[in-house]
């Protein structure tokens, strides 16, 4: 049976930073993924993400995505790739809702450069963008994109040019503790280790079914559209946008060569599984989102480029899932970002690998897998 430190399951971004991390650290890391190198099937396709620090999700978050923003500077100059893209950020609302509030906060709390603007002050700045006169912007220069397949290929070239042996279109049937290591079984073979990691997103509860986890998969739909007026919403001038109405919180990317306008909503999605997400657009879905986008960014909705669906992971309080098994302190979980994890990846790789390797390694208060009360699991045979 071959033998190796850390077995790490699920290759998206998560995955591949903690076998970047575990391998760099000179680990013997072993690593699969079910599906082909690149793959859509879960939450790390498309081709941008955004790093943001005024964290309007809780000001707890700021410190873990001041690291990640080192870790990808690190990374852009260790792999020779452009991975960040500065483009500034708005957060838009009334002046109440959780959007503009929490990013108040988290930018207080902190210390962060920000500015509060009104509707008619944000407009003169960034001409092109619409507001209603009820509605304020929070200013933040330090947003960036962030090219997301850029970003992967450099955790999984960095991984494997440091040792880590990583496995494409090969499942893992199941894992089973053994001792104080675990045994994974896969149609390459059993394999054994003395930790395992898995990083396995919306498969997490298949993984783990034991635990009963708590957790939503959301479809999320992003439409990439063609503006109508040229240049106007160019990232070299125009900033990345959240914002927050009654009808739910948007995300809008500036336009790209070959890419157009990204916009989607954040804050719902259909609920299914990996096995029964629908991958198509309905007509009326597009409309809808062409609708808001024109409201607040107005020439910015034409003609489709691609749409693209991507799986959002929630914990019932949108916050992370990342802690050891409560019962085989040798298997750490990995998911659940809740659609708001891509920024913070290789941060979330290097606690992963402590995890792993530090016995006196523990997560933040806000990850931990107790404050979700599962149910009482049963024993893996």
């Given at each position: 049976m071959h033998s190796v430190d850390v077995i790490v399951v699920g290759l998206g971004v998560m995955g591949s930073s903690a076998a970047f991390h575990l391998a760099r650290r000179g680990y013997r890391t072993l690593g699969f993924d079910a599906f082909p190198r690149g793959h859509d099937r879960g939450s790390s396709h498309?081709?941008?993400?955004?790093?943001?620090?005024?964290?309007?999700?809780?000001?707890?978050?700021?410190?873990?995505?001041?690291?990640?923003?080192?870790?990808?500077?690190?990374?852009?100059?260790?792999?020779?790739r452009q991975l960040l893209s500065m483009t500034g950020g708005l957060y838009i609302g009334r002046p109440e809702t959780a959007l503009v509030s929490g990013a108040l906060a988290s930018a207080r709390e902190h210390g962060l450069t920000h500015?509060?603007?009104?509707?008619?002050?944000?407009?003169?700045?960034?001409?092109?963008l619409r507001l209603a006169p009820d509605q304020v912007a929070v200013w933040e220069a330090d947003v960036a994109l962030i090219d997301l397949e850029a970003a992967v290929a450099a955790l999984v070239d960095g991984a494997q040019a440091a040792g880590a042996e990583l496995h494409y279109s090969t499942p893992v049937e199941?894992?089973?503790?053994?001792?104080?290591?675990?045994?994974?079984?896969?149609?390459?073979?059993?394999?054994?280790?003395?930790?395992?990691?898995?990083?396995?997103?919306?498969?997490?509860?298949?993984?783990?079914?034991?635990?009963?986890?708590?957790?939503?998969?959301?479809?999320?739909?992003?439409?990439?559209?063609?503006?109508?007026?040229?240049?106007?919403?160019?990232?070299?001038?125009?900033?990345?946008?959240?914002?927050?109405?009654?009808?739910?919180?948007?995300?809008?990317?500036p336009e790209l060569p070959g890419q157009g306008v990204k916009f989607g909503r954040h804050d719902a999605g259909e609920v299914c599984t990996p096995e029964t997400v629908r991958r198509t657009a309905e007509p009326t879905e597009i409309e809808e989102l062409r609708t808001t986008l024109e409201r607040y960014w107005p020439g910015a909705s034409g003609p489709v480029l691609w749409y693209l669906t991507c799986l959002y992971t929630m914990t019932p309080d949108h916050h992370f899932l990342i802690d050891r098994h409560p019962e085989w302190p040798q298997v750490v979980l990995c998911s659940a970002c809740s659609g708001h994890g891509f920024k913070f990846a290789p941060a979330i790789g290097e606690?992963?690998?402590?995890?792993?390797?530090?016995?006196?390694?523990?997560?933040?208060?806000?990850?931990?897998?107790?404050?979700?009360?599962?149910?009482?699991?049963?024993?893996?045979?």
């Open positions: 498309g081709k941008t993400r955004i790093i943001r620090t005024a964290y309007y999700e809780a000001p707890d978050y700021v410190p873990l995505v001041r690291r990640a923003w080192s870790l990808w500077r690190e990374l852009e100059g260790t792999s020779g500015e509060l603007l009104d509707a008619e002050t944000a407009a003169a700045r960034f001409p092109g199941r894992w089973i503790p053994d001792g104080d290591g675990v045994r994974v079984e896969t149609p390459l073979g059993t394999f054994h280790a003395e930790r395992l990691v898995l990083a396995t997103g919306p498969w997490l509860p298949a993984s783990v079914p034991e635990l009963n986890l708590p957790l939503t998969v959301w479809r999320i739909l992003h439409v990439h559209f063609a503006p109508t007026t040229p240049g106007r919403y160019r990232a070299e001038h125009f900033p990345f946008a959240l914002w927050e109405d009654k009808t739910g919180i948007y995300g809008a990317f606690l992963l690998a402590d995890l792993a390797t530090k016995p006196t390694a523990s997560p933040p208060a806000l990850f931990r897998l107790t404050r979700l009360q599962i149910a009482e699991h049963k024993r893996i045979p």
